[in-house]
């Protein structure tokens, strides 16, 4: 199956095309559409918000669809678990609806700059909210590899840190973070975004220094406005939730993480659909979805190393660590929109742009590989870099 395109039809539908764009998007299997189909053309109760039977229905099934993805994701229980429009929301949830708890003494927000924006504005919004309270937001760096700096995160960690805000896989430099490597002060809470490495690295929530967690279930072969946020239950507590907000009801209750986060009328077909994306991994395996990922990144980085001009921006892939898939590079001497118009045309498609960071990134060009992709599609990629830094 891996290095398959058979299970995608957008991809068995255009047969030719090289799609290298999976930090942004991933195309859904035939499972996933396959749930989402009979979920729309089942019966059409709203989950918990009748005592009908239709109603009853829906509401199993969207509570069997949490456990599924709470077990995917190594988390205890499935009350740690709640679903989210995407990991933009599930962000904004946690500042919005956790953050004024844990800072309502003050404290310091550290984050890097140089994060996916989604990860870091809601952040520094409750920073400039609370300010009069106390409330700092404070930076870290990353180096030029994209890895966290860990002399420079020890520099501004302290005794008023309170939430350590970080990413586990780079959506530009691809690098993992490690948790353990930081010193994180004991008594600071860390909220960890793994929209690039679920689906592609195992995630084990119970037992990672992470106590906060959001996922984009877009990324991870899900539909698209699917996502989860992942709040420990130690810290259900600091939870605010609306009892004015349209809920379903008291019978519906699980806990105050799904109080807050799922208001108003549930996504039982987005839930069911991203169910169904987790058990498609699990039925390959995310150890041997990594691995092959590994041995992609592996040949893009040898490849490109005899391509005069191009220069990777993160880390070289290696046997010796699990790679996420995600290479970003420069040509010397194009703009990054020109390259990926070139590649475009060769019927490749990457990212390029600002890549939702602060700052330039305008020669900046990314290739993100999935389990779909196979070494011709490498091939391909180095081909068209080459043509493209023959140009210069």
Same mark, same amino acid.
């Given at each position: 199956? &891996?290095?398959?395109?058979?299970?995608?039809?957008?991809l068995?539908?255009?047969?030719?095309l090289?799609?290298?764009?999976?930090?942004?998007?991933?195309?859904?299997?035939?499972?996933?559409?396959?749930?989402?189909?009979a979920?729309?053309?089942?019966?059409?109760?709203?989950?918990?918000?009748?005592?009908?039977?239709?109603?009853?229905?829906a509401?199993?099934?969207?509570?069997?669809?949490?456990a599924?993805?709470?077990?995917?994701?190594?988390?205890?229980?499935?009350?740690?678990?709640?679903?989210?429009r995407?990991?933009?929301?599930?962000?904004?949830?946690?500042?919005?609806?956790?953050?004024?708890?844990?800072?309502?003494?003050?404290?310091?927000?550290?984050?890097?700059?140089?994060?996916?924006?989604s990860?870091?504005?809601?952040?520094?919004?409750?920073?400039?909210?609370?300010?009069?309270?106390?409330?700092?937001?404070?930076?870290?760096?990353?180096?030029?590899?994209g890895?966290?700096?860990?002399?420079?995160?020890?520099?501004?960690?302290?005794?008023?840190?309170?939430?350590?805000?970080?990413?586990?896989?780079?959506?530009?430099?691809?690098?993992?973070?490690?948790?353990?490597?930081?010193?994180?002060?004991?008594?600071?809470?860390?909220?960890?975004?793994?929209?690039?490495?679920?689906?592609?690295?195992? &995630?084990?929530?119970?037992?990672?220094?992470?106590?906060?967690?959001?996922?984009?279930? %877009?990324?991870?072969?899900?539909?698209?406005?699917?996502?989860?946020?992942?709040v420990?239950?130690?810290? @259900? @507590?600091?939870?605010?939730?609306?009892?004015?907000?349209?809920?379903?009801?008291?019978?519906?209750?699980?806990?105050?993480?799904?109080?807050?986060?799922?208001?108003?009328?549930?996504?039982?077909?987005?839930?069911?659909?991203?169910?169904?994306?987790a058990?498609?991994?699990?039925?390959?395996?995310?150890?041997r979805v990594?691995? @092959?990922?590994?041995g992609?990144? /592996?040949?893009?980085?040898?490849?490109? /190393?005899?391509?005069?001009?191009?220069?990777?921006?993160?880390?070289?892939?290696g046997?010796?660590?699990?790679?996420?898939?995600?290479?970003?590079?420069?040509?010397?001497?194009?703009a990054?929109?020109?390259?990926?118009?070139a590649?475009?045309?060769?019927?490749i498609?990457?990212?390029?742009?600002? @890549?939702?960071?602060?700052?330039?990134r305008?020669?900046?060009?990314?290739?993100s590989? %999935?389990?779909?992709?196979?070494?011709?599609?490498?091939?391909?990629?180095?081909?068209?870099l080459a043509?493209?830094?023959?140009?210069?």
């Amino acid at each position: 199956m &891996l290095g398959s395109r058979r299970h995608f039809p957008s991809l068995t539908a255009e047969p030719e095309l090289v799609y290298l764009d999976a930090a942004s998007g991933t195309p859904c299997p035939d499972p996933v559409i396959a749930q989402l189909t009979a979920e729309l053309r089942g019966p059409a109760g709203n989950p918990g918000r009748g005592g009908h039977p239709w109603a009853r229905d829906a509401l199993r099934r969207f509570e069997v669809a949490r456990a599924s993805v709470a077990a995917f994701l190594g988390a205890s229980s499935p009350d740690e678990v709640a679903f989210t429009r995407g990991a933009t929301g599930a962000m904004a949830f946690l500042a919005d609806r956790w953050g004024p708890g844990a800072l309502a003494d003050g404290g310091d927000i550290l984050y890097c700059p140089g994060d996916h924006l989604s990860s870091v504005r809601p952040w520094l919004r409750l920073a400039e909210r609370m300010r009069h309270q106390g409330v700092r937001a404070v930076a870290y760096r990353r180096d030029r590899l994209g890895r966290i700096d860990p002399d420079d995160f020890a520099r501004v960690a302290s005794g008023r840190t309170k939430v350590v805000v970080a990413t586990d896989v780079h959506n530009l430099h691809g690098t993992r973070t490690d948790l353990d490597t930081l010193a994180i002060p004991p008594a600071a809470t860390v909220c960890l975004d793994c929209s690039q490495s679920a689906g592609r690295l195992p &995630l084990r929530l119970a037992e990672s220094r992470a106590e906060l967690a959001v996922v984009s279930g %877009h990324k991870m072969f899900g539909p698209p406005g699917t996502g989860t946020v992942y709040v420990r239950r130690s810290q @259900h @507590h600091r939870i605010a939730v609306d009892r004015a907000a349209g809920r379903s009801g008291p019978a519906r209750h699980v806990s105050p993480l799904t109080d807050a986060a799922e208001e108003g009328s549930l996504d039982g077909a987005g839930a069911a659909a991203l169910a169904s994306a987790a058990a498609f991994i699990d039925g390959i395996g995310l150890e041997r979805v990594g691995g @092959h990922l590994t041995g992609l990144a /592996a040949r893009v980085t040898e490849g490109a /190393a005899r391509i005069g001009g191009v220069t990777l921006l993160g880390p070289p892939a290696g046997a010796d660590r699990p790679h996420s898939g995600i290479a970003a590079f420069t040509v010397d001497g194009q703009a990054g929109a020109d390259v990926a118009f070139a590649l475009e045309q060769r019927g490749i498609y990457v990212r390029a742009g600002d @890549h939702c960071l602060e700052g330039p990134r305008d020669d900046v060009v990314r290739a993100s590989f %999935h389990l779909y992709n196979d070494e011709n599609d490498v091939d391909r990629l180095l081909q068209g870099l080459a043509a493209a830094a023959e140009r210069d």
